[in-house]
């Protein structure tokens, strides 16, 4: 009997009782305010970019009247400062929410919530006529070299293109603009009169970063754009764009799921997780210091050079789940090791646990 009753005081200690739906709403007022308070800052005027609280969702079934019953949460609220020269990685399995960063970023998909601030002007509401002078500033890197060049234009005329269209030189120095931009790039000089299928994948892509950089932007966004090209190939592309972000001044921010591509080019790293950013700092920080759980796990995969520096492999078990139902509390809950009752229910705050590094957990919070 007395075993009984001390089994039951122990149970009711251990089991707290969570109120999801009074927890959610609690949540949601606490993040509303944040980002109220956040929006109305001022702009950083160092930086290239300010991504504030950025959200991008997409309808999946909607009532005969157009009204959304159900949507997937792709970017679900990211943040992030970028300055001219600087490379942010953005890091994390696929599905993540990567791309759909990248191009709300750029506008292609219109954000549904946040603010991004480019060179010192709010563009979140921009509408593309107003976009236009903009976008020139903008420019994007994709992971197919293939699907993304016209096959019916010569690289010349590709190249001369947008250089036209914007008006970046006079119409007679246009060719001998575009054939300094094809040296930069690591492109002779006669392929100005040959077709992009006549090329290989790695110079495909320096066609691209060509094409993206005729216009002069100041910021890039690399979407996996060595993704698809042989192993020996991806570095001479990750040099030439660091060497091109060097002697342009360019802010880029590098997507990919490939962490030793993301170490070697980044300043700053953010990694994300069924479209939300559970830890962001400096290159330093993400790899000599991890402080979230999941960014153990996806780093302990990484086979370490330094055999002085051992680290456990941590396995992530289970699939990730649907961003269209994600799991409430940490959405990382369903896959991390160190899951307790708490991270069911409560989600984590996206806290600076250091200056400039952030992270979402509550062993973390608890260690405070
Ligand atoms: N246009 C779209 N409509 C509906 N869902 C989308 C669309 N684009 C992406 N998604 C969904 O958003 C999530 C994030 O996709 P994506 O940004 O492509 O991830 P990643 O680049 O990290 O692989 C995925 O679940 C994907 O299926
Ligand atoms: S909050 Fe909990 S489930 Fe989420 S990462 Fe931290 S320990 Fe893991
Ligand atoms: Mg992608």
Do not use: W
């Not at 001022?42 to 997409?58: A, I, N, Y």
């Not at 942010?88 to 292609?108: M, P, Q, Y």
């Not at 601030?117 to 197919?144: P, Y």
């Not at 764009?241 to 802010?251: D, G, V």
Request: net charge negative; hydrophobic share 35%.
């Amino acid at each position: 009997m007395t075993e009984n009753m001390e089994t039951s005081v122990i149970e009711t200690v251990e089991t707290p009782q969570y109120d999801d739906a009074a927890l959610a709403a609690e949540y949601q007022a606490r993040r509303q305010q944040q980002i109220e308070e956040d929006l109305a800052q001022p702009f950083d005027p160092d930086c290239v970019l300010e991504v504030r609280h950025l959200r991008k969702c997409f309808p999946l079934k909607k009532t005969m009247f157009g009204k959304v019953t159900k949507e997937l949460v792709a970017v679900d609220d990211i943040s992030f400062k970028l300055k001219a020269g600087e490379t942010l990685g953005i890091v994390g399995e696929s599905g993540c929410g990567k791309t759909t960063a990248g191009r709300a970023i750029l506008k292609l998909h219109e954000p549904t919530g946040g603010q991004i601030i480019f060179n010192g002007q709010d563009i979140t509401h921009l509408k593309s006529s107003q976009m236009r002078e903009i976008r020139k500033q903008m420019q994007i890197i994709f992971q197919d070299p293939y699907s993304s060049l016209p096959p019916r234009d010569t690289v010349g005329g590709l190249l001369s293109e947008p250089v036209e269209v914007h008006g970046i030189v006079p119409k007679e120095q246009i060719k001998d603009y575009v054939l300094e931009l094809m040296d930069k790039c690591g492109l002779r000089d006669y392929y100005f009169e040959r077709y992009p299928h006549e090329f290989s994948g790695g110079q495909r892509q320096r066609i691209c970063i060509a094409r993206a950089l005729s216009v002069n932007p100041k910021l890039v966004i690399c979407d996996e754009p060595v993704s698809a090209l042989d192993v020996s190939i991806q570095a001479q592309i990750i040099n030439l764009l660091k060497q091109l972000q060097r002697e342009m001044n360019l802010a880029y921010v590098f997507i990919s799921h490939d962490l030793s591509v993301v170490k070697f080019i980044s300043d700053k790293i953010g990694v994300m997780y069924l479209g939300g950013m559970m830890e962001f700092g400096s290159k330093e920080d993400i790899f000599t210091n991890p402080l979230h759980p999941y960014t153990k796990a996806l780093f302990s995969a990484v086979p370490n050079p330094d055999p002085t520096r051992k680290m456990q492999r941590i396995a992530l078990g289970g699939d990730i789940p649907s961003p269209a139902n994600p799991p409430k509390g940490c959405r990382f809950h369903t896959r991390c090791p160190y899951a307790k009752e708490i991270c069911k229910h409560v989600v984590p705050e996206y806290k600076e646990y250091e200056p400039g590094h952030f992270a979402a957990c509550h062993l973390l919070e608890e260690e405070q």
